[in-house]
């Protein structure tokens, strides 16, 4: 069976929402899946005046885990067209597991959501996809054949 990560970056729920649908969908397609997040970087004091959604049930993740899994999927929300600086700062903590490959070939892809319609979703998707090849992961997308 194989073993698939959801790991997720979420200051207002909406990617959360989405980290349980998306692992709800590998579980039906016979994966084990664990949902897990990365940590908070903005100050509690500056999150909690912005209203964000402190209380998830996912765990945080920790590194050293990811190479336990097949295959990898990421969520964050769009910041200004890109990833958010929390996921990035996690995974900019894998200098090790890149120097020893220790994901290469397994599966990775990506999840986001925006604001407005055109703030910048592809471009936060594919701007993650390089992050992928360094890691020697093997990058999956839906298909356009995709009804959904
Ligand atoms: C600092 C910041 C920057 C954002 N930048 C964009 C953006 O460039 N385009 C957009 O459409 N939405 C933007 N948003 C909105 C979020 O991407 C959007 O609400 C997302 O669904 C939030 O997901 P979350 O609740 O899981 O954090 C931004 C939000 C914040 C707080």
Redesign the pocket.
């Known amino acids: 069976m194989a073993r698939v990560l959801v790991l997720?970056?979420?200051?207002?729920?909406?990617?959360?929402?989405?980290a349980h649908a998306v692992a709800e969908g590998a579980r039906a397609a016979d994966a084990e899946v664990d949902v897990k997040r990365v940590p908070e970087l903005v100050p509690e004091q500056v999150a909690r005046a912005?209203g964000y959604?402190l209380d998830q049930a996912a765990p945080i993740a920790t590194v050293d885990e990811l190479p336990g899994y097949d295959a990898i999927i990421f969520?964050?929300?769009?910041?200004?067209?890109?990833v958010?600086s929390q996921l990035r700062n996690f995974i900019d903590q894998a200098g090790g597991l890149w120097a020893r490959g220790a994901l290469n070939g397994k599966v990775g892809a990506v999840f986001?959501?925006?604001?407005?319609?055109?703030?910048?979703?592809e471009s936060t998707i594919l701007g993650y996809l390089p992050t992928l090849m360094h890691l020697g992961m093997i990058a999956v997308g839906l298909p356009y054949a995709f009804q959904g």
């Open positions: 997720y970056y979420s200051s207002y729920g909406h990617i959360e929402t989405m912005s959604k969520g964050s929300g769009t910041r200004f067209g890109s958010t986001t959501s925006s604001a407005t319609q055109h703030g910048g979703q």
